[in-house]
């Protein structure tokens, strides 16, 4: 079987190609792509992508799919289905599942039930075990096993002494780990972002520098060990410009940034309530421009969804009970396109980017890419068409997310993996 896409503009940031042409996919690879193709074969199916742009598959590398341990919030068959409708081909599951993916066992628990899944699926192993921060894991056998980075995701690796023996170790085996910088005696129970807003709402809030001090202190330990630091979420002014001033040093540090960080503000807290409780909290107009233009300078390497889906009655207790995070995958392609392209000038090839190119060479991964003899993982998006997010357009049971509601651009139209159709959509 062959598949031929016709008549798109194919963008690939790796190569920085950005024309109009069209691809032949043969079996799970790609054959040609070139300025005009035609079907030689009754058996190749032809998809017309006027008006779309095709990109390679895309990549996030932070995603909860909460199995095992929490299958009643979502399995990774199901978080796997909402990946491929919002034109994901690789996604990085999280360790903080029950229990952690700190062993052999887990791991391969993760890889068993990620193997019928038709997308590709990472699984990032913790940096301690049982996440809490004392003992290393065995890296060196965790990523013979399959693990793609590590991280201690939902809680940081608070000890400098833990965290510089990781670093070291991160050095030897050359693979990332994924930071969740946060100072748990700055953050104190805190619920959303430490100022005006908190304090006229009468809730406990988080500052800037409870981010900002873990950041510093890995980045001076990057430094020191030579080790690979990539911070998760970023989400203040303060990080971006400590990162920036740690890649002009040298220092072997990424970062990542959500959508929902670079598209909403603290604000949101007034009338989403939990719905918009997260960590690291919604920050001020400031940070969210700040991220923004951490994106265009290059100092955010990615944008990653932090998809965390929660069920209705958890978010319901309100900001003091209720868990941080909400849903990101089936937003993300719609708020890169109106927030970033439309309303902030950035050309389609530098926002995505930072979904394709630059994840996969952090993950030192052979995808990200469209070219001759690689894996055939498309994206194909309408950015001109509008979406709404309502609950039929959110698949996931979970509706966790302060964006019910928006009409948005870009659409999702196919998602294919290893060169087969995983999601086409028929709206």
């Known amino acids: 079987m062959k598949l031929l896409i016709k008549n798109g503009r194919v963008i690939d940031p790796a190569s920085g190609l950005d024309r109009n042409l069209d691809i032949l996919i043969e079996g799970s690879i790609i054959k040609a792509v070139s300025g005009s193709i035609n079907p030689d074969t009754e058996d190749t199916e032809t998809i017309d992508a006027a008006g779309c742009i095709v990109l390679p598959g895309l990549i996030d590398m932070h995603v909860h799919f909460r199995e095992p341990g929490r299958e009643d919030i979502e399995t990774i068959a199901g978080g ?5 409708k919002s034109g994901f081909t690789t996604v990085c599951t999280m360790p903080n599942t029950i229990p952690v993916n700190d062993s052999i066992d887990s791991l391969n628990l993760i890889k068993k ?15 301690t075990r049982g996440s809490a921060g004392n003992e290393l894991t065995d890296m060196k056998e965790l990523l013979k096993h399959g693990a793609i980075a590590f991280s201690d995701d939902g809680m940081p690796v608070m000890n400098a002494l833990v965290m510089r023996r990781a670093l070291e170790l991160s050095k030897e085996i050359n693979v990332p780990l994924i930071t969740h910088s946060e100072d748990l005696n700055l953050t104190d129970k805190g ?19 409870s981010e900002e001090i873990l950041i ?22 303060g990080s971006v410009e400590i990162i920036r001033n740690a890649k ?4 072997k540090i990424t970062a990542e940034a959500t959508p929902h960080h670079f598209s909403l503000t603290e604000d949101e807290i007034k009338t989403h309530s939990a719905m918009a409780k997260m960590s690291p909290p919604l920050r001020t107009g400031k940070d969210r421009l700040a991220v923004i233009e951490g994106l265009r300078s290059g100092v955010i390497d990615v944008i990653a969804t932090d998809h965390a889906p929660h ?16 849903i990101g995958l089936e937003t993300a392609v719609p708020l890169v396109i109106t927030k970033l392209v439309r309303e902030n000038g950035f050309s389609v090839l530098q926002a995505f980017k930072c979904m394709t190119a630059n994840p996969a060479g952090i993950l030192n991964i052979k995808k990200g890419e469209i070219k001759k003899n690689f894996t055939a993982d498309i994206t194909i998006i ?38 087969e159709i995983i999601y086409k959509n028929i709206n």
Request: include cysteine.
């Open 113 to 127: 039930k990620s193997k019928d899944c038709r997308i590709n699926i990472l699984p990032i192993a913790s940096i």
């Open 248 to 251: 002009e040093q040298g220092v």
């Open 311 to 326: 069920l209705a009655a958890d978010k319901e207790k309100g900001m003091e009970q209720a868990p941080f995070g909400i």
């Open 382 to 419: 309408n950015p001109d068409k509008k979406v709404r997010i309502d609950e039929k357009f959110i698949i996931s049971g979970s509706k966790n997310t302060p964006f019910i509601g928006c009409g948005l651009f870009g659409s999702v139209e196919y998602t294919i993996c290893s060169g």
């Open 191 to 209: 619920v959303m972002n430490e100022g005006s807003i908190s304090a006229q709402l009468g809730l406990r809030g988080i500052p800037n520098e």
């Open 80 to 84: 796997s289905k909402i990946a491929a």
């Open 216 to 237: 510093a202190r890995d980045v001076i330990l990057a430094r020191l060990t030579g080790g690979r630091v990539h911070v998760a979420h970023v989400s203040s002014a």
